[in-house]
């Protein structure tokens, strides 16, 4: 694995493929901590002051100490091999922002979904956008935050309505290792899904 150093501005002359990765999640899951912790250039941020015009319109049950929010879209880079870059383009979780996720993304190959356990209920509706919306493959990861409730693979499947092939992992979106490790998942199975797989006849 080959990394870029942090502020890097420019992509190294062996790059040959950049590949757009949308980074998606209900409110306040970790969207834009996870695309600063791996971002090799400065992340391009849409965030705001939250207002009282939120008030009674985000849900803000278990993020009392929210005081931003993402508006239009994170921006990030991350170089995962001498030939291979991540583009990352983070999408606003609130439901009057959903609008935004078709222009997003146009010409990802695939969606990192990131769900706080202690909102499920949010993380199934962005789910369940993100099907309408789009066919692309996703992987979802499991944000951890300090009061976080472990759940099995199979209560989550079940919770979030995910199929058997669906990947799930687990991530915390301040550390880049592990944050990396979730978006180098999604990038093994969107390539799995690509290459053709052998027939027996």
Not at 41 to 70: C, F, N, Y
Request: hydrophobic residues 40%; proline residues 4%; negative net charge.
């Amino acid at each position: 694995m080959v990394f870029a150093d942090s502020g890097e501005r420019y992509l190294p002359d062996t790059v040959q493929q950049a590949v757009k990765i949308l980074i998606l999640g209900d409110f306040g899951v970790g969207k834009t901590t996870l695309i600063g912790s791996v971002s090799e250039i400065e992340p391009l941020r849409t965030e705001e002051t939250m207002t009282q015009a939120s008030v009674g319109v985000d849900d803000l049950d278990g993020l009392q100490h929210k005081t931003t929010t993402t508006v239009a879209m994170d921006f990030g880079r991350i170089t995962i091999s001498p030939r291979t870059a991540l583009y990352l383009f983070g999408a606003p979780g609130q439901q009057r922002f959903w609008n935004l996720w078709a222009g997003l993304s146009k010409g990802a190959v695939g969606a990192l979904v990131l769900i706080d356990t202690r909102r499920l209920e949010g993380s199934f509706d962005v789910l369940n956008q993100l099907e309408l919306q789009t066919d692309m493959p996703f992987a979802v990861a499991v944000n951890h935050f300090p009061d976080t409730y472990a759940h099995s693979e199979q209560e989550l499947r079940e919770a979030l309505d995910l199929l058997p092939h669906t990947p799930i992992v687990n991530c915390d979106a301040r550390d880049r290792a592990s944050s990396l490790d979730a978006l180098i998942t999604l990038v093994a199975y969107v390539s799995h899904l690509l290459v053709p797989q052998e027939t027996t006849s």
